[in-house]
């Protein structure tokens, strides 16, 4: 099993709609972040959590919102969703004193019509 | 504005070459420099990671980084075809703060 697990893989929805895209980790990281990813843009920061009582507005933040629901949870919530939030979105963690690598999950690809 | 810039290819060599990535970013207060693989649909990971000037050698993969020039690059010798994916350049303040990504360079590798 993976240890950073995104939820769901694929989703098609329309404008309009809310969505969630969820990320559990079993890595005991506390930071975990919140990148989307659309061709030629690289990866781009949306939210940031160092902690369950802390959460950080990255780069792109405008249309979207976090949740830390646990140490091992972070929930990514588009409240209306628009087609140029179409992209791949990926939750990663990280660990603090560590080499700073980033543990990626596997993705969301989220469609909006 | 922090900005991280690759140049995005696609970058092609022959099977057995040596591929040379580059990265510039714009703060001098950077600290930390990583670089990243990314095959075709499938999620980055860490091939490499530098902190100091000059070079890091892991196997086939040499980092070579200079602060005053803002410069990062990494050189893959001996490429192989299972090299061919996109290349990812990732800065940050301080270890496990922010990071900030390049748009990535393409390398395929012929064979």
């Known amino acids: 099993d993976a240890d950073v697990t995104q939820t769901p893989r694929n989703r098609i929805t329309k404008t309009g709609k809310r969505i969630m895209l969820e990320c559990s980790q079993t890595k005991g990281h506390d930071r975990m972040y919140w990148y989307r990813q659309d061709p030629g843009l690289g990866l781009r920061l949306i939210y940031y959590?160092?902690?369950?009582?802390?959460?950080n507005k990255g780069e792109i933040s405008d249309g979207y919102s976090v949740s830390r629901q646990a140490q091992a949870k972070f929930s990514l919530s588009l409240e209306s969703a628009i087609p140029n939030q179409t992209a791949l979105y990926f939750c990663?963690?990280?660990?603090?004193?560590?080499?700073?690598?980033?543990?990626f999950g596997e993705g969301s690809r989220l469609t909006v019509l | 504005q922090k900005e991280v810039e690759q140049n995005s290819g696609p970058l092609s060599v022959p099977e057995g070459a040596i591929a040379s990535l580059n990265c510039t970013y714009s703060d001098r207060g950077s600290q930390s420099f990583f670089w990243y693989r990314q095959y075709s649909g499938k999620s980055p990971e860490l091939i490499m990671f530098i902190y100091s000037n000059g070079d890091k050698e892991d196997g086939r993969f040499t980092a070579q980084l200079n602060k005053a020039s803002q410069y990062v690059s990494l050189l893959i010798r001996d490429s192989q075809p299972s090299d061919s994916a996109t290349y990812l350049c990732a800065v940050s303040w301080s270890t496990g703060n922010q990071f900030y990504f390049g748009t990535g360079t393409s390398l395929t590798v012929i064979p």
């Open positions: 959590s160092f902690d369950v009582k802390d959460i």
């Open positions: 990663a963690t990280s660990e603090p004193g560590g080499t700073g690598e980033l543990f």
